[in-house]
């Protein structure tokens, strides 16, 4: 949505303006090719996924979502991709608004330095260098923002696994969160249901 805004040359603090441009966008998540686990993004009929990573669309992110209809219609799209379940998700709202009865909830945190420098590395693989100072005064103050906002705030789910990924892997982060969901499996069949 925030790129559909930037394309559209309309200001995101435009409350007005956002709404009723969200009110006639259509947004998609789909498979990124059959029988793929992969997702594809898709802004009205257009695959956008490599776009919306852009700094300039991330970098107003913050206030286009906190436009009620703007987290309405992303909501309905989330709730969609999960209505048969066997889905894996994230967002700054997914364990508490989009999916609060989700059966395993993590919670990801790292520093924010840290989180720019991946950040900074996934955008020079697109050729794109941004200064890492600049990409984490924009991670703090999004933080910042969405931590803050009325509707969705960033918060940590009551039921929440908690991990602070600071010093992992990527391989380490998938292995701790596939420990996780074994664990949340064999308790079930065991018939616990604690977290």
Same mark, same amino acid.
């Given at each position: 949505?925030?790129?559909?805004?930037?394309?559209?040359?309309?200001?995101?603090?435009?409350?007005?303006?956002?709404?009723?441009?969200?009110?006639?966008?259509?947004?998609?998540?789909?498979?990124?090719?059959?029988?793929?686990?992969?997702?594809?993004?898709?802004?009205?009929?257009? !695959?956008?996924?490599?776009?919306?990573? +852009?700094? &300039?669309?991330?970098?107003? @992110?913050?206030?286009? /979502?906190?436009? *009620? =209809?703007?987290?309405?219609?992303?909501?309905?799209?989330?709730?969609?991709?999960?209505?048969?379940?066997?889905?894996?998700?994230?967002?700054?709202?997914?364990?508490?608004?989009?999916?609060?009865?989700?059966?395993?909830?993590?919670?990801?945190?790292?520093?924010?330095?840290?989180? !720019?420098?991946?950040?900074?590395?996934? +955008?020079? &693989?697109?050729?794109?260098? @941004?200064?890492?100072? /600049?990409?984490? *005064? =924009?991670?703090?103050?999004?933080?910042?923002?969405?931590?803050?906002?009325?509707?969705?705030?960033?918060?940590?789910?009551?039921?929440?696994?908690?991990?602070?990924?600071?010093?992992?892997?990527?391989?380490?982060?998938?292995?701790?969160?596939?420990?996780?969901?074994?664990?949340?499996?064999?308790?079930?069949?065991?018939?616990?249901? &604690?977290?």
């Amino acid at each position: 949505m925030a790129l559909k805004v930037l394309r559209s040359g309309i200001h995101p603090d435009d409350r007005e303006a956002v709404a009723r441009l969200a009110r006639t966008t259509t947004v998609r998540l789909v498979p990124a090719e059959p029988g793929s686990q992969k997702v594809r993004v898709e802004l009205d009929g257009a !695959a956008v996924t490599d776009e919306i990573r +852009l700094p &300039e669309v991330t970098g107003i @992110v913050s206030p286009v /979502s906190t436009i *009620a =209809d703007v987290r309405a219609l992303m909501v309905k799209e989330q709730r969609a991709m999960g209505r048969e379940g066997g889905i894996v998700l994230e967002g700054r709202d997914i364990g508490t608004v989009v999916f609060p009865q989700a059966e395993l909830k993590v919670f990801m945190k790292a520093e924010p330095r840290e989180r !720019a420098r991946r950040r900074g590395m996934e +955008l020079k &693989e697109k050729g794109l260098d @941004v200064p890492l100072e /600049s990409l984490e *005064a =924009d991670i703090i103050e999004r933080d910042r923002i969405d931590s803050q906002r009325a509707l969705s705030p960033l918060r940590r789910a009551d039921d929440a696994v908690e991990v602070d990924t600071t010093d992992m892997t990527i391989e380490q982060q998938v292995e701790f969160i596939v420990r996780k969901a074994e664990e949340r499996i064999a308790r079930s069949k065991d018939g616990k249901t &604690e977290a």
